[in-house]
């Protein structure tokens, strides 16, 4: 197959980047160049903004009903195109074609259904008082940036633009320059489903150029970015003295703590699928299992076995794999032992088999700062006070997930980790009414449900007096 073209799509048409220059996006399975895109900067923003604003009114002044219907028509047309969806995400990412179809591409579609759905079902907010009624309205903002990473790159971008667009917005999106393409074939079913090209525009290149563009565009009055704590701290910095509305979902250290009652056999898949699912780059992956010390001898071979054959795909790209690689060294200088993985494999990919580290302290550099990649460390703790201060002891606190034979004792427990979400005895176990988003590090606000409406519009209080 050749090699794809893909174009920023602004308005109703699609355009190279003013500047004319091109990135190579390269396919990590085996290293070869799949697509070419535009390297765009803050003159394509100045574009695209202008096709937001021509685009959004109309959209703006139709009922929440008929936006809603217009989200169910993008993903009438995104199921038409599921499976070449889930090709081209597996091609930029180099995941397995079934993870992409049923992890990846089922959510995107699910996001528009969900969010329709959840749109009708919006009772009138009206709060009484003795002689006046207050109504809440909500109005949508205007247009907005949305900024994703590369890990799961339809499904965290659907994930902001089904609310954006539900509430009445015109959305700037800015993927990740490595997985440009199921953005790119998304600008396309959006015309296709028959809604505004200018409500949704996707602009394609470099984080530091095009991105911080969009965040530095007056225009843009909200910015819903996922990526890591660095950039987020970058983004924030811009946004914030311009009054912008942020969202910012970060980076995870996320601990699995299995305790003492957990029966192994019934918990050893969940947390080897916790640890290294789309070859541990997900946010909310565990990557440190906690284990009681008397447990340790009997889990540790057994986990080791389970994660030797699970399935898994390459990492992202030639950089990423060298920094999880520098992990694996650094965890050897900090007195670990790596147990199984950490090896690349004969092929021509970015191919990392999964990685278990043990004997590293829980506050050693590898066990708190984030890998993103196929590498899990273990410890043991000996009382549950233990196993929460290990727990919470980094900078992070994005997700957790605790394993048990008594579900109550593992949700008081899971109540005390300092994390914006918790499982217990599951993962990734998603409602998408429930809110979304980290504390400490991990953070700025929520989405999901009704946090995602209220992210992505301004609340108005009219207080009407009675006659
Ligand atoms: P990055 O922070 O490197 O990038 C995220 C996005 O921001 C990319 O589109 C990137 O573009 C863009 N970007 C980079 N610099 C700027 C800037 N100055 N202004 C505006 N945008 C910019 O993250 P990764 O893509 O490496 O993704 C991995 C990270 O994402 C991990 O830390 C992971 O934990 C986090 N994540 C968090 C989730 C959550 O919900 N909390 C979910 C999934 C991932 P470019 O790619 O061109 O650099």
Redesign the pocket.
Known sequence: MGHIDVRNAIGSSYHDAVSGLRIDDIGPLDGTVVATLPRSDAADVARAVEAARAAQPSWAALSLFERANGLDRLADTMEAAADELAHLEALDTGKPWDVARHVDIDRCIRNFRFFAAFGRDQAPELFRMDDATNHVIRKPIGIVGL??????PLY?LTWKVAPALLMGNAVIA?????TPLTAHRFSELVREAGLDGGLVNVLH????EV??A??EHPAVEAIS????????R??AA?AAPMFKKLSL????KNATVVLDDADIDAVLHGVVRSGFLNSG????CGSRVLVPSTMMAAFLPRFVDAVQRFPIGPVISEA?RSKVEGYLQLAVEEGGTVLTGGERGDGTGFHLSPAVVAGLSPTSRCATE?I?GPVVTVHPYSTEEEALDIANGTEYG?AGSVWTSDAERGRRFAERMDTGMAWVNTWLHRDLRVP???VKQ??VGREGGMWSLGFFSEAVNICVADD
């Open positions: 900024i994703s990473p590369w890990n799961l965290l800015k993927p990740s320059e490595l290149g470099f984080g530091p991105g911080q969009l965040v970015f996922t990526g890591g704590t660095a950039t987020g970058i983004v811009t979902e970060l980076g995870g780059q997900i946010c909310l990423h984030e993103f994005l979304f988003g980290g991990s953070g």
